[in-house]
């Protein structure tokens, strides 16, 4: 059971990227999903959240307009397009997971269940 990350990079300022989220053993059905970042000497923090069926996002003011977070349980994945990236964006990237029943995002980061490894992003000047 493991949520694998990819998609991090290095990219100017102003660029884009897109991460990818995969998860294997077993299913994002009932699954409420989140992307959060952690910085250099920094605490973890959410960058966007999507419930179960995908019928609701949240994402806090400073990435609202430029993160996107997308769920294809078909392919078993969550993306996140990251549009108009700053200096500011740079930090390890996680994907998580946890199980829910209401269609409702999960902003509490201590109630998720599984984390995949995270991939680096670094935004340059």
């Known amino acids: 059971v493991q949520l694998q990350a990819s998609g991090g990079g290095l990219v100017q300022a102003g660029g884009s990227l897109r991460l990818s989220c995969a998860a294997s053993?077993?299913?994002?059905?009932?699954?409420?999903a989140g992307w959060f970042r952690q910085a250099p000497g920094k605490e973890r923090e959410g960058v966007a959240y999507?419930?179960?069926?995908?019928?609701?996002?949240y994402y806090p003011e400073s990435m609202r307009g430029r993160f996107t977070i997308s769920r294809d349980d078909a392919k078993n994945t969550i993306d996140l397009q990251m549009n108009s990236l700053k200096l500011e964006d740079t930090a390890v990237y996680y994907c998580?997971?946890?199980?829910?029943?209401?269609?409702?995002?999960?902003?509490?980061?201590?109630?998720?269940?599984?984390w995949g490894q995270g991939t680096q992003v670094t935004v340059s000047s």
């Open positions: 053993g077993f299913s994002l059905d009932y699954h409420a």
């Open positions: 998580a997971a946890r199980a829910i029943l209401k269609d409702v995002v999960a902003t509490d980061e201590t109630g998720y269940d599984y």
């Open positions: 999507i419930s179960r069926r995908g019928s609701s996002t």
